[in-house]
């Protein structure tokens, strides 16, 4: 059995979002918008700010009150994973990222 990668190397759909900006480099706010819309229910209602403080940034996601248990999921697992994401993401950047789920 063969496995194809749909990563990094193909191409977005047309019409649709990529977080992968210029040069290859990610854009930690549209990923981080891209994965929790893929999780919630009513993916316009999902906002996310970035404030950037120097040496790190803390990225508020606001979703609908409904959706807000999808995005914890249980004993709060969906939310570190969404996490350890970003920070991984990071890493190339040397900052310190930090992801607040509000609803």
Known sequence: ?????????????????????????????????????????????????????GASVTYEVTVDTEDLGKIIGKQGRVANALRTVAKAAAIKDHKNVFVKILP
């Open 1 to 53: 059995m063969r496995f194809r990668c749909f990563g990094c190397h193909a191409a977005p759909a047309q019409g649709g979002s990529s977080a992968v900006g210029v040069w290859g480099r990610t854009d930690l706010k549209s990923l981080i918008e891209i994965l929790v819309k893929a999780l919630v229910d009513n993916p316009d209602a999902v906002n996310v700010e970035e404030i950037d403080e």
